[in-house]
């Protein structure tokens, strides 16, 4: 992409820089020769991007890269030219948090761990909601310590807040009050600054209400249109849900939906679970961050499916059950459904990979089509496909059906 938009052999500050950048990401994929080729060339591009230019981020990334690619001595050279630049006061423009912490990185570079630490302690507090900042110079500062073998902790009270997905049971069977406490002493652990779930009637509310007012951000993900998932999840249980409700719908940062439904399924729910649980999973891997999921359950429910994938990946669950059931006459009874996952493909699949998949591809409108009831096995014979033909383009729709 870079290569076809004509930026390979331009002399532009941004697009040496960008060319520097994709290169570093190429470098830490690969290990002797090629990594040293690419590093070099990377910082060959950094420098040429800073020029005479008083500029101080494609300096502090040709430090860096000096760095990893074992030249110390180059390293602490740029770095401290990086710091000559930043003391003069006369530098191109930045955003006083890049400022700071483009400080701290030359400091860690010249063996200054305290002072590293210390300027981007004052860096955060100068834009302390700049996320996707703050993870961008955690990365970087995290490749420096590993590659002087020194602890990787050293940030971690700086990283962004924890993305949360949580999820519970329809309607309280006991005293809410009790539940909250119990809750309340999680969320003071887990300290989330992002939440992702649904908002049925019970703990799914309660859950919404008290993460905002810890000041994190809600990120609401229904199995279906808003009004049709307000009616059958929500109203039953009583007007006072359905205010909480509605008062939690205008306070979210998003509301995400999943489109196509008319009636609410047991499908349609798992997989808007999925979908919120992918949501925080992402969302953590963007900041830098750890995803954690909360989950209120009876003590005789059975794990979900998706719960189990969730913990097969090692992910942090905190785990509340409750005792006591729910009136039956209180539940809402849902229609089953299906999840099906459709692969499509301009190109033919390959005989092996159907009679691997067990499925028969259907031609329907010059598109070959897969389906499957399971995404993960959709995923994997996708993967399969384009690694034996990567030149052919895949679409993958996973939807619920009646």
């Not at 690619?69 to 530098?91: F, H, I």
């Not at 499509?344 to 159907?354: I, K, V």
Request: charged content about 25%.
């Amino acid at each position: 992409m870079f290569e076809a938009a004509g930026w390979l052999n331009s002399d532009e500050a941004d697009a040496l820089s960008l060319r520097g950048r994709l290169l570093k990401d190429r470098a830490l994929r690969s290990a002797g020769e090629d990594r040293t080729r690419y590093f070099d060339e990377a910082e060959a591009a950094y420098m040429r991007a800073a020029g005479n230019r008083r500029a101080t981020y494609p300096l502090i990334n040709a430090a860096t890269i000096a760095f990893l690619n074992g030249k110390p001595e180059r390293a602490q050279m740029l770095a401290q030219q990086t710091l000559a630049v930043l003391e003069s006061g006369d530098y191109e423009p930045e955003t006083a948090y890049w400022l700071g912490a483009t400080r701290a990185e030359a400091l860690l570079l010249l063996g200054d761990i305290p002072g590293g630490v210390t300027a981007l302690e004052a860096a955060v507090a100068r834009a302390p909601q700049a996320w996707e900042d703050h993870a961008a110079t955690i990365r970087q500062l995290q490749l420096i310590l590993q590659q002087a073998n020194a602890a990787n902790d050293l940030f971690d009270h700086l990283r962004p807040p924890v993305c949360l997905h949580f999820s519970g049971i329809i309607h309280l069977p006991v005293q809410e009050e009790g539940i909250r406490d119990v809750v309340e002493a999680m969320l003071d652990q887990i300290r989330p600054g992002f939440a992702f779930g649904a908002l049925a009637a019970g703990s799914d509310i309660l859950i919404g209400e008290m993460v905002l007012a810890r000041g994190a951000r809600l990120h609401v993900v229904l199995p279906g249109p808003v009004d049709l998932f307000r009616e059958s999840s929500v109203i039953p249980f009583g007007d006072q849900w359905a205010r909480r409700f509605d008062t939690l719908i205008e306070a979210a940062d998003a509301v995400e939906t999943l489109g196509g439904i008319t009636r609410l399924s047991d499908a349609a729910v798992t997989l808007a679970e999925e979908m919120a649980m992918g949501l925080a999973i992402r969302h953590a891997h963007s900041l830098a961050s750890k995803a954690v999921a909360l989950r209120l359950r009876r003590s005789t429910d059975q794990v979900k499916a998706s719960e189990a994938v969730w913990r097969r990946r090692g992910l942090p669950v905190y785990d509340l059950a409750i005792d006591r059931e729910s009136p039956a006459s209180m539940l809402a009874t849902l229609d089953t459904g299906r999840r099906r996952a459709i692969l499509a493909s301009t190109e033919a699949f390959p005989a092996d990979l159907e009679r691997t998949s067990g499925n028969r591809p259907r031609f329907v409108q010059d598109v070959w089509l897969m389906d499957f009831d399971d995404l993960g096995h959709a995923i994997e014979i996708a993967t399969t496909f384009l690694r034996s033909a990567p030149e052919n383009s895949l679409g993958l729709v996973y939807h619920v059906v009646d």
